[in-house]
């Protein structure tokens, strides 16, 4: 870390920061998993969705605190590494690679679907053509973009993101008339599955909130961290909420009942949802566009360049191979680290299934989210006086409300996911046991790891101020929608 041109270079400011966050998780989650839970809950999914944003706050706060006290690449990593142990954060670091590169891996599948059915409409049939191979392509193409540089990756993520927003607005203004009040009728008691199942729908409506700590593995690349990544967190998970709620609701008020069957099995459930209830054409061809050019290309660029840092710092703390700490001489971008997340991609999209990559990485995030609470318990204990930018209301309580709830969750995760799962747990301790227990355990001073933290000057701090009440009342304003747009069904 001290030689400055192997150094990351701070170039996201607060924009960069939450559209990169709200970039990874609206998409598969939303747009295939989360939304083919409304083939068996039907309306209801609203009270699942916000029961996970309840679930979610605290922990964006949370980690709001360490990542202005610790803004450094690899989040939870280095949170573990100092209030817990290094066996801790290398699960945490190996959790946290798999999950939101599976993540990623499922966005370009779903990206392929979207893609396809765009095409149908227009009379193209690209079913002959594996979805596999426009996923390969896709990853290819984001590496070659992360690979040049953060600053434009993080420009053309808020790019991806605006257009997304763009579309949604437009798809929905136009569909709007279309709204089947009627729909919105609660399913029969006899209907509604089991409680165990209705956990498991739990878990993956609430993966469609996993990744809110994205901005927090750039946190060396953040630009006044002690400012924007503390507004990010805030922000981002009620606006996670909003979209979720939004798209849910015109999910359910375009689809007559009789059609869940085939939307809890699709792998685009919106495309074959509108297609089952007779909107071709427009429709569908506005909510492709969103969707693949808009809401899964925000998820496989951030999704490429999170778990990379996460690579790039276990590197340098000789958790892993050393070369993966190697920094390009001219675009100052971990690009060793960036190729191995491409390699892990193509092989989570050759098993081809959207379930078992979303139950993998679901189960993956709950251990490292609780692995990130506990790592807050314990710099609390072990650094009383470190400087702290941002504290978390009722912080210590949150945490363990927070591994409460993420403990409780995980025995419903798929079978095949949990024992994936818990083979990484099991091979980051291995591999720590063998190859990394005899290294320097030394951990440097925090000055050593982050650097001097500049002060934005008044004229900055001023505009900063401006932008984040922008964002802020903007947020709050989609909050509102998304909650009171369910109470239109109940008072007409």
């Known amino acids: 870390m001290n030689n400055e041109n192997n150094r990351l270079v701070r170039a996201l400011g607060l924009k960069e920061a939450i559209s990169m966050t709200v970039g990874t998780v609206v998409g598969v989650g939303l747009f295939t998993c989360g939304s083919a839970q409304i083939g068996l809950v039907g309306p209801y999914i609203i009270l699942f969705t916000f029961v996970s944003l309840l679930i979610s706050i605290w922990p964006c706060l949370l980690y709001g605190e360490m990542s202005a006290a610790l803004p450094c690449a690899g989040g939870t990593y280095n949170y573990a590494k100092r209030g817990l142990n290094r ?57 070659i973009l992360n690979l040049r540089g953060i600053e434009l990756s993080g420009k053309a993520q808020t790019a991806f993101i605006f257009f997304f927003w763009g579309c949604s607005i437009v798809w929905f203004l136009y569909m709007i008339p279309k709204i089947q009040l009627s729909y919105f009728q609660p399913l029969a008691r ?49 606006l996670v909420f909003a979209v979720n709620a939004l798209f849910q609701w015109f999910l359910v008020g375009l689809v007559p009942k009789e059609f869940y069957g085939l939307i809890a099995s699709a792998d685009a459930p919106y495309a074959e949802g509108l ?14 566009i969103g969707v693949a050019f808009g809401g899964d290309l925000s998820t496989i660029n951030p999704g490429i360049a999170a778990p990379a840092r996460y ?19 001219k675009y100052k971008t971990p690009y060793i680290s960036i190729i191995a997340v491409g390699i892990i991609n193509y092989l989570l999209i050759a098993t081809g299934s959207i379930n078992y990559i979303a139950s993998v990485s679901l189960f993956s995030l709950a251990v490292c989210y609780i692995i990130g609470c506990l790592a807050y318990l314990g710099l609390k204990k072990n650094y009383p006086d470190m400087k702290r930018p941002y504290k978390a209301p009722m912080g210590n309580f949150g945490a363990w409300f927070t591994i409460a709830a993420y403990l409780f969750m ?17 091979a980051a301790v291995v591999y720590w046991y063998i190859f990394t227990r005899k290294n320097e355990n030394r951990i440097p001073t925090i000055e050593e790891e982050i650097g001097v933290i500049e002060e934005p000057t008044a004229e900055e701090k001023k505009k900063m101020d401006k932008e984040y009440s922008i964002w802020k009342y903007a947020t709050m304003t989609a909050t509102a929608v998304g909650l009171l747009i369910y109470l239109i069904p109940a008072v007409l």
């Open 275 to 288: 297609k089952a209830a007779g909107y071709l054409g427009l429709p569908i061809i506005i909510l492709c």
């Open 311 to 329: 690579i790039f710092t276990m590197a340098e703390d000789k958790t892993l191979p050393s070369v993966f700490a190697k920094v390009h001489s």
């Open 87 to 143: 066996v801790w954060a290398n699960i945490a670091g190996w959790s946290y690679i798999i999950s939101v590169v599976a993540i990623g891996a499922g966005e370009t599948l779903a990206f392929s679907n979207y893609f396809k059915t765009l095409f149908e409409q227009f009379g193209i049939n690209l079913g002959g053509v594996d979805s596999r191979i426009i996923a390969v392509i896709l990853v290819t193409i984001f590496l």
């Open 190 to 238: 006899n209907e509604l599955p089991s409680f165990a199942r209705c956990m498991t729908i739990f878990g993956l409506v609430w993966w469609c909130y996993t990744g809110f700590e994205t901005c927090v593995s750039m946190g060396g690349e953040t630009k006044y961290p002690q400012y924007n990544l503390p507004r990010a967190l805030k922000l981002s998970v009620f």
């Open 410 to 426: 995980l025995p419903f995760v798929e079978k095949s996911a949990l024992i994936t799962g818990t083979l990484v747990c099991i």
